[in-house]
């Protein structure tokens, strides 16, 4: 199945995929070399997700993320310099250096901020939608979180409200199993996060997270109904965090067995053997997008290590009371 | 209040309401936005599921994506149900963000006892917002200034908490024909005095105000101070008066521990000890939960008789 998807946009589904690999794994290598500041919550593994939804919005329409958000704005299109300068802490970053890597925002692209409250984005996208159904445009916004926020009181007041007001929100749940360590079994009591949307009053679909064609068809299909003024819908994408919550965490409460069984259908990997083997693309072609991704990163990483960090006194910058 | 709402969505369509109970059916549990809905329509002013912490998440989610909302939390005492979206998302993200988005966004609510509806529609929790940088702080005691500084709250980029005070909406004050705005940050003498400085807020300016006059028919000359915002503060009005009459009593109706009155009391003595004749007083609620039976209730609200007292203590 390719959706019935041009090979450019096949190509620029792929290329954003491995933007967000190659970029994830130099995180986690500077992070290493004690470059990067704080704490990391990589996104590798999850691509599909991001890539899937994003690619079914529009340039205007926005997203809120989550403090995993690396994937989301390279997704919609953030730049990549930015991205990696802010997670180094320097002036040059899309935030000057303020947010770090759990606070990532670019307006100019409607990214409209990563919180790192689990759960907070989701009210927050509730007003987006209601503030392109107030000024009668037809902007979609999609709304990250993952399925420990679904045990958030926002997700019911937001889901509710979303429902009640008809508003143009599409929530997707990217449903990783973990919250921190803790397993969903032993926080929920059902399988799928999506059943829950039968309480509002909404679509709910479960989708396999690491399928980003299918992901994307979900999204295409949720994202015209919000256009449309239909109202929400919830996807939740079942997927899989390659490596621990954050970096400090070795994450050995997964079972070796569950983990394989992930890797091996690792969403980047699926995507590519789907190109191959339906002669989509050559590997040859495949080769070259991987080459020019890792330039990419490789000049992102340039730009943020050269960039100097904010002069102190910058911390007093944007602060009005 | 309802006049300057009224104003200002006339005059912006990007500005609109949204709470509990605002609409048609209530026009409000202190009937603010009584007759507002009739006139703008139930887009832009809209009744809320009874869910505070994303009525005040959609308004930030509205705010950034360029409305100037106005949501109206129905007690003060449930924001404390908001206050991820108030304190975490709407107080940071200018500053978080490295200013790539301002939150044009105010939340207006009332506080305050003296209606016998205890603990949980009666607190003065205005300090919880002065504590959060990020915020901006209104808090008017009179029609005239209620008007202007809610015009100017919703014409400002930043977001701004709009403490109001139930026992202030039945009082009438003057309010011109023409345009104004009041200005945050500046503060207002009340009433001109030569011997003892009374910074009060809201409803216990009106109560300074009456002890005033009783402290006048024994000769003693007091000066109000009425910094109608508390973020930012007008110090500058509270230290001048207090050169100029070396002595201070603070009154607010929030709990004494870590309140408006300690913060302002901070602020004098770290500016204006040398000019201080005699101990800074303080007259504020003695940090007990507000209590429901009359007598009880009654007890613990500052009033005109322990604004009294403190003022003859400092006067000696």
Redesign the interface.
């Known amino acids: 199945m390719t959706a019935n998807l041009p090979k450019k946009s096949l190509a620029g589904m792929l290329q954003k995929m491995l933007e967000i690999r190659f970029f994830e794994e130099k995180v986690f290598e500077l992070y290493g070399q004690n470059l990067v500041p704080g704490t990391i919550h990589l996104y590798a593994g999850e691509e599909a997700v991001a890539v899937g939804v994003c690619s079914a919005l529009s340039a205007k329409d926005?997203i809120?993320s989550t403090h995993r958000g690396h994937g989301h704005c390279i997704a919609k299109g953030a730049n990549l310099k930015q991205v990696m300068a802010e997670i180094l802490g320097k002036k040059t970053?899309?935030?000057?250096?303020?947010?770090g890597s759990m606070?990532i925002?670019?307006?100019?692209i409607g990214m409209?901020?990563a919180?790192a409250?689990v759960g907070?984005g989701?009210?927050?996208?509730?007003?987006?939608?209601?503030?392109?159904?107030?000024?009668k445009t037809d902007q979609v916004?999609a709304c990250f979180f993952g399925e420990g926020a679904a045990n958030q009181?926002?997700f019911h007041?937001?889901m509710?409200?979303a429902s009640?007001?008809n508003l143009p929100v599409v929530f997707v749940c990217e449903n990783n199993l973990y919250a921190m360590g803790t397993h969903q079994s032993r926080t929920m009591n059902i399988i799928n996060v999506a059943e829950r949307a039968c309480g509002y009053g909404i679509p709910g679909v479960t989708v396999d997270g690491n399928d980003v064609l299918l992901v994307h068809e979900t999204a295409m299909t949720a994202v015209a109904r919000a256009r449309l003024g239909q109202g929400p819908t919830l996807v939740e994408c079942k997927t899989y965090r390659r490596r621990g919550h954050s970096r400090v965490d070795p994450a050995r409460y997964r079972p070796k067995e569950e983990v394989e069984e992930w890797l091996r259908r690792d969403p980047v990997k699926l995507f590519q053997e789907k190109l191959l083997r339906g002669g989509f693309m050559l590997s040859s072609e495949i080769e070259q997008i991987e080459k020019q991704v890792a330039d990419e990163i490789e000049e992102a990483v340039r730009f943020a290590k050269e960039s100097p960090y904010p002069a102190p006194e910058e911390a007093f910058?944007?602060?009005?009371? | 209040m309802r006049e300057a709402l009224r104003e200002e969505m006339r005059r912006d369509p990007l500005v609109f309401l949204l709470g509990e109970d605002i609409g048609r059916y209530w026009g409000g549990a202190f009937k603010v936005t009584e007759g507002l809905a009739e006139e703008f329509g139930e887009l832009r002013v809209r009744d809320t599921p009874i869910s505070e912490n994303a009525i005040v998440g959609a308004a930030v989610g509205a705010a950034v994506t360029g409305m100037r909302p106005v949501a109206e939390i129905m007690f003060g005492d449930l924001t404390a149900l908001a206050m991820d979206q108030i304190a975490n998302q709407a107080a940071k993200m200018r500053y978080m963000f490295g200013g790539q988005t301002s939150v044009p966004l105010v939340i207006r609510t009332p506080f305050g006892a003296g209606v016998n509806i205890a603990s949980h529609h009666s607190q003065s929790l205005e300090a919880w917002f002065m504590h959060v940088p990020g915020l901006l702080v209104a808090v008017p005691a009179t029609a005239y200034d209620a008007k202007g500084l809610l015009k100017e709250a919703i014409r400002g980029d930043d977001p701004v908490f709009f403490c109001e005070h139930k026992l202030l909406y039945p009082i009438v004050g003057e309010v011109p024909e023409e345009e104004y705005t009041v200005p945050f940050g500046v503060g207002d003498v009340k009433k001109e005095g030569s011997d003892v400085t009374v910074v009060a807020t809201l409803f216990m300016v009106h109560k300074a105000l009456k002890a005033a006059s009783e402290l006048e028919k024994e000769g003693i000359d007091v000066e109000v101070v009425d910094p109608r915002t508390l973020v930012p503060l007008d110090k500058e009005t509270i230290v001048k008066s207090v050169k100029k009459t070396g002595r201070i009593v603070i009154v607010s109706e929030d709990c004494k521990t870590a309140g408006v009155s300690a913060e302002i009391s901070a602020i004098v003595v770290e500016e204006a000890l040398d000019h201080l004749d005699s101990p800074v007083r303080r007259v504020a609620e003695p940090d007990t939960p507000i209590p429901f039976s009359p007598p009880l209730e009654q007890c613990v609200i500052p009033n005109e008789e322990a604004i009294i007292k403190a003022v003859k203590e400092v006067v000696g």
């Not at chain 1, 970053?93 to 947010?99: N, S």
């Not at chain 1, 925002?105 to 100019?108: E, G, L, S, V």
């Open positions: 926005y809120t970053g899309c935030c000057k250096g303020k947010g606070h925002a670019d307006f100019k409209l901020g919180t409250v907070a989701l009210p927050i996208a509730v007003g987006a939608g209601l503030s392109a159904q107030i000024r916004v009181g926002t007041e937001s509710n409200m009640a007001w910058d944007d602060v009005y009371a």
